[in-house]
Structure formats: C-alpha cells, structure tokens
C-alpha cells in the first residue's frame, strides 16, 4: 500500500481542539452498531463512557460496562481503543461495539457529547486521515467507493485505488512534471548568462508528460464503466421479445409482457451483474413505422437509451422475415444479434453471428451472458485499479493536459508558467494543496461516522 505523507493541510482539518463522535455503522435498528469517536480529547472520553478500559494499552479488544451521561449502566459492549497516530484518522480514536439499538447507540453518543466531543460532519473522519497524512483524497474517494460497491469488479477497483496504485500513477506524473519545471528553470538561467541552450530536451520532456496524461484520460471511459456500468439497450421491432428477455435477464418480471403490440413506451432500467460486471440493462419501445403520438415519444426514447449505449442486444423474432430491416439506431454500437422466440421452432438459414433465444424455455441465455461477458472485458479492461478515474480527476488532467500542450518552448518564461499550473492541477487532485472547495466537494458524498 502506497503510504500517503502528509500534506499541510490545517490543523482545524486536521482534528484541532474538536473530538468528533458519529454512529460509524448504517442508521436504524441492527445486531450491532459501531460508534467512532476521534480526537485529542478521546481518552478522556474513553473514561467517562467506559471507565474499566485501558486506554494506553491500545488496539486490543475489551469488554467493558458502558454508562451514559448520567452514570448509569447502559450495557456491556465490545470497545477498541486506537492512540494515534496509528489509528484510521492519524489521532487517538476509539470504536465501540453495542447492540443495535437505536436509543442505545444514541444514550452512548450522548455520553460522549457530555464529556465534550461534538457530533462529526458527514466524511469528517475520512477527512481527518487525509489532513493527517494516511490517506490522500484518491485513497479517500476509494473509500466511498468501496462502500458503495455492489460487483465484483467496483470491489477489486475501489480496493486497489484505496491500497494506492491510481495514487502512484498521480505521483510519478506530479514528479515527472517537476522535473520538467526545474529544466525549464535551469535553461532560463544558462540564457540569463548568455550560454545558448538546445530546447530538444525540454521538448521531449514536455511529450512524456503529456502522453502519461493522455494515457490517464484514455482510461476515464472504462473507468465510467466499472463506477456506472456497463449500459446495455435491448432493441428491436415490437413483439420481438424484448421484454420476455429483459425480465428473464433481470431474474423478475420488471417489464410488462402482451401480445399486443406497443406494450412498452417508456425505457425500463434494471441492475444486474454477469462475470462480476454490473450491467445496466434497459427495455425499450418496439421499433416500427407508424403507431400513435405516445408510440412515437417511445421510439424516441429507444434512440436516445441507444445513442448513449455501450451495447445494444437486437432482437428479431423467428416468425419474422429471413432479414432484419437496416436500423442506424445500431450504428457505431457493439451489437448483440439475437434470434428470439426459438421454441416456435421455426427454421431459418441464420448468420453464424446470430443467437437463438428464448425467453421461454431459456435455450441461449447461458451463450446470451458468455457474449455480454465477452463485450464487458473488452470495454473494462482490468488495469488493477488504475481505471477507476473520477470526474473530478478528469477534470484535472484535462486541465493539466491543456497546459502541457499549451508549453512554447521557444518562450520559456510563459512555459515554465504553464507547468506550475499543470502541477498545482495534479497537486489539487491528490490533496496536495490545501484547497477547500475540493476538499468539501469529495467529502460531500460520504455519510456520517466514515
């Protein structure tokens, strides 16, 4: 795990006189609820809620009595104390496990505010690890994302950002860039004595940098992907099937299935996930000419759920013609050929890119997912979490990559200007800075007591 130092931001940020209690585990009535507390003042804390724990000999698991702000007896309850600064926020900590019991888990962080801690702000603790130097704000928004998880492969990314590979990449390019800087900056001074000096380094130099931005914001399309999924549109004319599919897909009957046509006007989305992806899938109006106002708003809803796919699964069912009528809704798209209604048994001379399917029996669906699968690990390629880049990240290097391009080498002073801001772009985005707008938009999205 790449070691984050820190990064001077202030001490208010970086826990000040303020000791922070929160609920650490989901609101509402649970087995077991965790409170986190966190702060200069938490041993003291620690002696007023759990009198029989040994603070200073840390990081061992107690069983203790709990007692609220009265000095009464709440429970007994499993407590964890953490002396910074090895602990997740760098400062002393505590983490306390109670049943979870909604008045419980309120009498005790009532014990706390009592004994002078306040109620922390959404992400606080987070955002205390990265003032204090254990993580930087990609390891940061690693966590929420590792929270937020819900396939394998958002798992294994978020994972491999939060032990610091993305961070690394970041680093070695902030470094690169630099370096580039104290050239340019060391050429200003050989001119300042009037010694010439060949730019073909500094050129070369400039074009590393930008091709690892470039390299970086190559990325961000997978990286989109593995966050939103992969966006899989199910096309077709009417009565082709689509929703028979798209339920027998889904595991459920999402969709509204009839033989009659124009069933479905609106796009249905549906989460699922194959080969560890998560897919978002969507059923669409069926595609024809003619039908009322309502159908008409429904084609156009398929084409634009088509236009922003990054896979349309094309439906044409076995009691149809031979060929399927030319659609440019499929132009430009990875495109899935399917065959449906097979069990009508009906026999056609099909392309061999054609799959027979259906939604009744199930015949193709195990091929139907081999095929999604196969499109997934070509539009996600697993680059060990180097992927996984945010808006706010693509927004930097886009930033840092104008400036790049921007360098004139024949104008060194302008050139030296522009990578200062490159690095302050990279800078920002790691949490190198501090720069608290940034820093409130990343911990904006994470919930209390993380």
Known sequence: MVKASSNGLSSDLAGGADTIVA??????????????????ETPAIARRLCPE??????????????????????????AIPYPGPRSYTGE?????????????VEAAIETCVAAGARRAEAGEFTRRAVANGKLDLIQAEAVADLIEADSASQLRNAREQLA???????????????GVLALIEA????????????????????AVCSAQLEDLLGRAGAGDRIREGLRTVILGPPNAGKSTLFNRLCGSDRAIVSPQPGTTRDVIDAEIEIAGVRIV??????????????????????????AA???????????????EPPLDVLAGLEVIRVRSKADLGVSHKTKAEWLAVSGITGQGFEELRTKIAAVAETEIVDLGGSVAIGCRHRAALDRALREIQGCEVSRPELAAERVRWSVRAIEEMIGAVDTEEVLDEVFSTFCIGK
């Open 281 to 306: 899938l969507q059923d669409t109006a069926g595609l024809r000419v003619g039908g009322g106002a309502v159908e008409a708003e429904g084609h156009r809803r398929a084409r634009g759920a088509a």
């Open 309 to 323: 796919a990054d896979l349309a699964i094309f439906l044409w069912p076995a009691d149809a013609e031979e060929t």
């Open 92 to 104: 002393d900590m505590l983490e306390v496990s109670v049943h979870g019991s909604p008045y419980l």
């Open 23 to 40: 609920r650490a585990t989901a609101a509402g009535r649970g087995a077991l609820a965790v409170i986190r507390i966190s702060g200069s």
């Open 164 to 178: 610091g590979r993305l961070s690394a990449e970041f680093l070695e390019l902030r470094h690169n860039l630099v």
């Open 53 to 78: 724990l040994r603070y200073s000999r840390g990081w061992k698991a107690a069983l203790v009595e709990l007692f609220d702000a009265n000095g009464e007896s709440l429970e007994r309850a499993v």
């Open 187 to 206: 050429e200003l001074d050989y001119e300042a004595q009037g010694v010439a000096v060949d730019g073909e380094t500094t050129r070369g130099r400039l």
